[in-house]
C-alpha cells in the first residue's frame, strides 16, 4: 500500500462538477482579476468573513504578502523590530524584513511548537513594535500570554494563521484574537486554492482599509491612487475555487481531527519511542500536519519511505539558523527548543480524506520502525 503526504486529486474528484462550474462561470463572465468590483472575490470575501465571524476579509494574491501587507498597513517599517517564532515557514520573517522592519526570534514551547510567551517578553527592546504568533501546524499559540505581553508593551498582534483555518483559542477563532490575522489559501493548505491565494483580517478598520489600498495599487476606487501601493490581488478563479471549498472547510477539519484522534489511539502505547502531539487544554487543533517527535527521525522516515509511506519535515532548519540570517550570529544554542525540535520532527499523512486503512498502514509501519 503506498500512502500519500497529501492527495489532492482525490479531494478534486470528490468536487469536480462543482469546481468545474465554477471556474467555467469565471471564465464566461471574464471576471479575471480580482478588485472590488469582481462579484467571484467579493462573494468570497463576505463568506469567509461571515465563517470567521468578522465584519470584513479582504483577499490578496497570496499568505506571505498578507503578513507583509498588515504589517506595513499598521505602520511598522524601517528601524522597528517585530518578534517571530524560530520555527515557522519562512514567510512569517521574510514578511518582516520586506517591509524594512527587524524579525527577531523567539524560542518556542517545545510542547506546542508555537512561539514560547517568556522567551518573547524576553526579546522585548525599545524598538519592538509587533509581534506574530504562528498557530503552526494547526494548534494556536499561547494567545492569553501573548495578548497580555501586547497589552504591556503596546505591541500590534498580528496572529499567522496559514496553518490554522478554524482552530480556537478558548471560544474564538483564530485571527479574531490579535489585533489582525492573515492566511493563506496555498493549495495544500486546510483550505486552498488551485494557485497562490492569501486574505488578512484586523479589527482597526482604518488598518484594513489600508491594507486593501496597498494591495490594489493604493486605491480605494479606480483611478483615484491615494498612496502608492502594489499590485496583491486574489484573481477571480481562485476566488471561484475557495468559495466552492469553503463549504466544506469545517467537515474537512473535522475528519483531519478524526484521522489525528484514530493516530493516537494506535500510537500511544510506543511511550517515548516517539512523541505524540500535545493539546493545550484552552485550544483546538485543526492538523494542517500531525507532527511527531522521535530520536531516530532520520531512520524513521527511511522505513516509512520503504514500506509506502510519505512523510515530511516541517521545518527541517530553524528560521534564524537558515543562510538567509547567516548575518544575524544566531546559534543552535540561542534557540534550544527549536534547534532539537528540528532534529526530531516528522509530518505523518495528513489530509481529510486519509482512511483508517491508510492510517493503521502507516502506524504499523511506525511500531516496525520504532520497536
Ligand atoms: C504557507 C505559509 C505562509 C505563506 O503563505 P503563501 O500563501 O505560501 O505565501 C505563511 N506562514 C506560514 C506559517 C505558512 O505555513
Redesign the pocket.
Known amino acids: 500500500m503506498q500512502v500519500p503526504f497529501v492527495d489532492l486529486k482525490l479531494q478534486y474528484r470528490n468536487l469536480q462538477p462543482g469546481i468545474d462550474q465554477a471556474i467555467a462561470a469565471v471564465i464566461a463572465d471574464t471576471a479575471f482579476v480580482g478588485g472590488r468590483d469582481n462579484k467571484y472575490v467579493c462573494r468570497f470575501e463576505e463568506a469567509f468573513a461571515r465563517w470567521l465571524g468578522v465584519d470584513q476579509f479582504a483577499t490578496c494574491a497570496?499568505?506571505?504578502?498578507?503578513?507583509e501587507i498588515i504589517l506595513h498597513a499598521a505602520g511598522i517599517g524601517r528601524g522597528d523590530e517585530v518578534i517571530v517564532p524560530a520555527l515557522?515557514?519562512i514567510?512569517?520573517s521574510e514578511?518582516v524584513s520586506a517591509i524594512g522592519a527587524t524579525p527577531v526570534f523567539a524560542d518556542i514551547d517545545p510542547d506546542t511548537f508555537t512561539i514560547d510567551p517568556d522567551k518573547a517578553a524576553a526579546a522585548i527592546t525599545p524598538r519592538t513594535k509587533a509581534i506574530v504568533p504562528?498557530?503552526?501546524y494547526g494548534q494556536p499559540a499561547d494567545m492569553a500570554a501573548i495578548m497580555a505581553l501586547a497589552a504591556r508593551h503596546k505591541l500590534f498582534v498580528l496572529e499567522?494563521c496559514?496553518?490554522a483555518h478554524g482552530a480556537t483559542y478558548g471560544e474564538e477563532k483564530v485571527g479574531t484574537i490579535g489585533d489582525a490575522g492573515?492566511f493563506?489559501?496555498?493549495p495544500g493548505?486546510n483550505l486552498g486554492a488551485y494557485g497562490?491565494?492569501?486574505g488578512f483580517v484586523a479589527k482597526d478598520t482604518r488598518i484594513l482599509e489600508r491594507a486593501r489600498m496597498i494591495a490594489n495599487h493604493g486605491q480605494p476606487k479606480k483611478h483615484d491612487h491615494q498612496i502608492e501601493g502594489r499590485n496583491s490581488r486574489l484573481d477571480g478563479i481562485q476566488a471561484a475555487v475557495l468559495l466552492e471549498k469553503l463549504q466544506h472547510l469545517d467537515s474537512w477539519n473535522e475528519d483531519r481531527r478524526h484521522a489525528a484522534e484514530s493516530y493516537r489511539r494506535q500510537l500511544e502505547d510506543l511511550g517515548s519511542c516517539i512523541v505524540l502531539p500535545r493539546i493545550d487544554d484552552k485550544r483546538s487543533h485543526v492538523f494542517?500536519l500531525y507532527v511527531v517527535r522521535s530520536k531516530t527521525r532520520d531512520a524513521l522516515m527511511g522505513a516509512l519511505k520503504n514500506a509506502g509511506v510519505a512523510s515530511a519535515i516541517h521545518y527541517p532548519t530553524p528560521l534564524p539558523l537558515l543562510a538567509a540570517y547567516a548575518s544575524r550570529g544566531v546559534t543552535a544554542a540561542d534557540i534550544p527548543e527549536a534547534s532539537t525540535a528540528c532534529d526530531e520532527i516528522l509530518s505523518l499523512p495528513m489530509f481529510p480524506e486519509l482512511t483508517e486503512e491508510q492510517i493503521q498502514h502507516v502506524c504499523k509501519a511506525v511500531r516496525t520502525a520504532v520497536s
Not at 497570496?62 to 503578513?67: E, K
Request: charged content about 15%.
Open positions: 497570496n499568505g506571505t504578502d498578507a503578513l515557522s515557514w514567510s512569517t514578511a504562528v498557530h503552526l499567522d496559514a496553518q492573515s493563506s489559501f496555498y493548505k497562490d491565494a492569501g494542517h
